[in-house]
């Protein structure tokens, strides 16, 4: 799809994720949208165009994402999102994945299509409440942290949390500074 006038003002022409410039931009719907709305499109470069099937295979170029996922757009916000969690051996995504916060509008489209596909783990606290990266969860009862040799005490509050990928049982996140993997059923959303 050419850029509508609307997109080639936003990107000013140029590719949304890794800013190269160019008349060769293709406007992308990102998924579950396939319309001509300028906001559920990016405008990008063939080289990022390539990349959308096997992101892990052009992780250099790739690294845009660390740029275009601070990004004003939420179309961008979301296809940057969605790329970075298909990185999942390469430590400047998840640094990226951890510092960025995003609405849960934008994290619940990034994952529209994993999910309609059966792909996403859902990740619900204690008491049913479904969890998202960054999320704040409490403590609900005293954690023995394993190998840093300390006792977390219920109410203990662990923010930007982060969700381990294969397991709808766990998440990650920093108690004392120490990073560690958290049972869900011991968490209550924040
Ligand atoms: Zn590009």
């Known amino acids: ?23 060769s931009l293709t406007a992308y719907p990102v998924p579950p949208y396939q319309d001509a709305l300028p906001d559920h499109q990016v405008a990008l470069c063939p080289t990022c165009l390539d990349t959308l099937a096997h992101p892990e295979a052009a992780a250099d170029h790739l690294q845009c994402l660390t740029g275009s996922i601070w990004s004003e757009v939420p179309a961008v916000q979301a296809l940057s999102h969605k790329l970075l969690r298909r990185l999942p051996n390469e ?57 840093a040799n300390f006792i977390a005490p219920k109410g203990t509050q662990v923010r930007k949390i982060r969700l381990v990928p294969d397991n709808g049982g766990q998440i990650e996140g920093k108690i004392n500074g120490d990073t560690i993997v958290i049972l869900t059923q011991y968490v209550k959303k924040g």
Do not use: F
């Open 1 to 23: 799809m050419v850029l509508s006038d609307a997109l080639a003002a936003r990107s000013q022409q140029s590719c949304e994720l890794c800013a190269q410039p160019g008349s």
């Open 91 to 147: 430590p400047w995504a998840a640094e990226a994945l951890e510092s960025v916060e995003l609405d849960e509008a934008v994290l619940n489209w990034s994952e529209a299509e994993d999910r309609a596909k059966g792909d996403v783990v859902v990740h619900t606290d204690a008491y049913g409440a479904v969890l998202q990266a960054g999320d704040t969860v409490v403590l609900i009862q005293n954690l023995n942290v394993k190998g």
